[in-house]
């Protein structure tokens, strides 16, 4: 199963429009995975309408309509692994132990609000991806998502994209 991860798209507040790039590739994975501060409902229907199936939370930047469509942390099993996905996770100091005590029940834990790009595994094994953002890349030298596989209980092909 292919698995796109974004986050951060902030549109229509810092940019005006998702990347025609990332919106070409919803359309070739299985899933997209969206770790919050979308900032417009019309940002998530143009998720959906470009997409096989989206999973979403919602950010500290999104407002009462995508808070109604949308959880605070998602949880669902993809070919097998099991993943959560929240927007923000605290400081990067201490952010491996801390997720491993939340989220003691899932293999990949996918969020966001930083923009900083981020794939580490904590000592129980739990896997934190930050796709950073496509649009925003505050201090960081591209714009990003994230491509990987899962299945058979595992993920493999995790792939951080540039899209400059």
């Known amino acids: 199963m292919r698995v796109l991860l974004t986050s951060d798209t ?8 998702v990347p025609e790039r990332l919106l070409a590739e919803l359309a070739t994975v299985d899933v997209v995975i969206h770790a919050g501060d979308w ?4 940002a998530l229907d143009l998720f959906e ?6 999973i979403g939370v919602y950010g500290n930047n999104d407002g009462p309509d995508l808070r109604s469509r949308l959880p605070e942390v998602a949880r669902v099993e993809l070919g097998g692994v099991r993943f959560a996905v929240v927007h923000e996770t605290g400081p990067a100091e201490g952010r491996e132990r801390r997720c491993a005590a939340r989220y003691p029940d899932v293999d ?3 969020f966001g609000h930083s923009h900083i790009p981020w794939d580490t595994v904590t000592n129980s094994g739990l896997r934190l991806l930050n796709p950073g953002s496509p649009t925003d890349r505050r201090r960081q030298p591209h714009h990003t998502y994230m ?10 092909d995790v792939v951080l994209h540039d899209l400059d």
């Open 147 to 156: 491509t990987l596989t899962a299945d058979a209980g595992k993920i493999t």
């Open 108 to 110: 990949v834990l996918v």
């Open 39 to 42: 900032v417009d409902g019309a």
């Open 49 to 54: 309408a470009h997409s096989r199936r989206v």
């Open 10 to 17: 902030h549109v229509p507040q810092r940019a005006k429009a």
